[in-house]
């Protein structure tokens, strides 16, 4: 087993690898720029007309490495419900850098298909294929507890929760992809611990897959990954927790995307009843640039922070 996991990994990462070089010329010539919202910091608009869309560039590689290592009924749920999300992402990338409409989907009809998506995901492997329960895992009690009816809304906070959180959190070359790949390590790792050795291959795959991603994406970034990669990256974490049984282990594990979203909620309540602000920009990654952080300091701080709460959180669900 551990030779497969090595092995669909390097595969995933020389596709990945060779996928930028290909996929990136291509948005060029078909001018598929980012626009840079005015709202952001004033220094990022010197990355406007960096391509979006570059998700596909280890979204392939996830996808072509399931299908010969992994393909189970359970990993290919897993990766179907992250597709599903990443077509949620692409039609609103396409709706920004074709239509040239800086602001895609609309909030109401983004939410509504992760609605859609989630519920279909939730009904199929809850009740179709018995892959998931209403049990669920307490961290650090070590223990399981039924939630019953409460479960399908938990699940759905879960669901669309994570998957924006990470969409939040994608707002600095390298930051989204570097933190996922932190948490798939985790979750291949906590798979692993449960035997269930085939969610322990496509998490390997997709952290091989986003180190060959951030090649392409490391500051300064030559491509971004768009919605299409975000909600992929969304829906594949929350997915991984759910089929794992596991969501609230999302908390402590993917708790640089909490705080990313907790900061942005923050500024918005504050604002509207106070007419202040607590950070000087939210997402809180845009706080730390403009108290004159590099995004280098600001990715490594993420990464070495999801580390530590990622061994927090195998600590929490496994006993060592």
Known sequence: MTEEILISGAIAFVIAAICGPILIPVFRR??????????????HQKKSGTPPMGGFIFMIPILICTLLFARTTLTVSLVLFALSFGIVGFVDDYIKVVKKRNLG????????????????FICVSLYAF????????????KTEVD???????????????TTNSVNLTDG????????????????????????????????A????SLLGFLLFNHYPAKVFMGDTGSLFLGGLVCSNALLLKNPLILI????????????????????KKTGKRIFKMS?????????GWSEWRIVITAIVATVLLSLAAYYACVAL
């Open 30 to 43: 078909l001018k598929f720029g980012q626009q840079i919202r005015e709202e952001g910091p004033s220094w």
């Open 172 to 203: 600095l070359d390298g930051l989204a992809a570097s933190v996922t790949f932190v948490v798939c390590i985790f979750f291949g790792c906590l798979s692993y611990s449960m035997k269930l050795y085939d969610v322990t291959v496509v998490n």
């Open 283 to 291: 997402p809180i990654h845009h706080h730390f640039e403009m108290c």
């Open 205 to 208: 795959i997709s952290a091989a």
């Open 105 to 120: 989907l609309s909030a109401k009809h983004k939410f509504l298909l992760q609605l859609l998506f989630s519920v279909v």
């Open 252 to 271: 402590v594990a993917g708790g640089v995307y909490v705080v990313e979203t907790l900061s942005v909620i923050l500024q918005v309540a504050y604002f």
């Open 147 to 161: 939630a019953g009816y409460i479960y399908i809304p938990l699940a759905l906070f879960v669901l669309l929760g």
């Open 130 to 141: 018995e892959l998931i329960d209403t049990k669920i895992f307490i961290p650090f009690a």
